[in-house]
């Protein structure tokens, strides 16, 4: 692990230069920008952490929070961050932290320069990455450490929800409750992560006799008014044949609230005549207050939130800090 002295000796300054220019305190102390830049590509080529102790001091005033980013995507996912920061929230006092949420535009994560530059955090937390941002990520050497929230990046400790798990736990369920005939409302696959749930469901319902015909998957936005169209594709296109679906799997409550209004509107009772169950990755509540409550296989965000500042916790103490998987709850409702 790499100390102040070394920073010093690649950047060629004295090492009382190099820890004011780590600790904050250049321009107080009149270092010129040249050397501010020569101390911190140093610390970044070294990959240079300071403790979680000598970080949390904050000048005379004694230890202050530790100053932790979380960089969420801006697009759509936006409306998970809520469960994220229930969370996290009642962890940051016990961990003497702050937490400060930083949007990014997805594939432009290289232009976030809160993350790439300085000593702002003491840690970071980066979520919801494209391929492209993760593959950036690669080349880089960051100026504190970093936890990577439902994504894989090599190099960095990563918190998952268990995929697999959730693919699985959706296909048993339907298959206790007898279910034989099973459609499929997705969105279009530009996150492995849905993928993975549906290649399980399909290879697990397959070890129960059951399989899902290519033309009963319907692919929409993954939304409510999503959900709405491919609930709409499936009845003009199933629901006059001889054999028809007796449930759906949604990959995510919004389309499962699409498809629910839906099949309210043409009669069609839930669970009696179509069973519904989705992969519950929006506000739990919404799922007891919709027409029918549903039945979810609960992505465990706030548990994953939890995990990531635990990682946070043993990267700053330069303790080792592994990938976490978090399985998923199954939570029983009206729908299915």
């Not at 002295?5 to 220019?21: F, H, K, L, M, Q």
């Not at 449930?247 to 069973?275: E, F, K, N, T």
């Not at 039945?295 to 916790?313: G, H, K, S, Y």
Request: proline letters at 6%; aromatic letters at 6%; hydrophobic letters at 40%.
């Amino acid at each position: 692990m790499a100390t102040v002295r070394d920073v010093a000796r690649r950047a060629g300054v004295s090492p009382s230069t190099a820890s004011i220019v780590l600790g904050g305190k250049a321009q107080q102390r009149h270092i010129s920008e040249q050397t501010c830049q020569k101390v911190e590509q140093a610390a970044r080529e070294l990959g240079y952490t300071p403790s979680l102790e000598a970080r949390s001091l904050r000048g005379q005033g004694g230890p202050g929070p530790l100053k932790v980013a979380l960089f969420w995507a801006d697009d759509r996912r936006i409306v998970y961050l809520t469960r994220f920061l229930q969370g996290a929230f009642p962890e940051l006092p016990a961990r003497n932290m702050a937490l400060e949420v930083l949007p990014y535009t997805p594939g432009a994560l290289s232009r976030q320069e809160a993350l790439t530059g300085g000593q702002r955090f003491h840690a970071a937390i980066l979520a919801n990455a494209g391929e492209q941002d993760l593959q950036w990520l690669q080349g880089q050497s960051l100026p504190f450490p970093l936890v990577v929230y439902n994504r894989a990046a090599a190099g960095y400790p990563c918190v998952h929800s268990d995929d697999r798990q959730i693919g699985q736990a959706a296909a048993r369920l339907l298959l206790q409750r007898g279910k034989r005939r099973v459609a499929v409302l997705t969105s279009h696959p530009h996150w492995k992560e849905i993928a993975l749930r549906e290649e399980q469901l399909q290879k697990t319902l397959g070890d129960g006799g059951i399989f899902v015909p290519a033309d009963w998957i319907f692919r929409e936005e993954n939304s409510i008014r999503g959900g709405e169209r491919a609930c709409r594709q499936l009845l003009n296109r199933l629901w006059a044949q001889e054999v028809r679906p007796d449930s759906l799997y949604c990959c995510s409550d919004a389309m499962a609230y699409g498809a629910l209004q839906v099949l309210h509107r043409q009669g069609i009772r839930v669970p009696q005549d179509m069973a519904v169950l989705a992969v519950g990755n929006g506000d739990p509540d919404y799922r007891d207050a919709c027409l029918v409550p549903l039945t979810a296989v609960q992505v465990p965000i706030e548990e994953m939130a939890r995990q990531c500042l635990l990682l946070v916790e043993k990267l700053l103490r330069r303790e080792e800090a592994g990938d976490v998987r978090v399985p998923a709850p199954v939570e029983e409702r009206q729908s299915l």
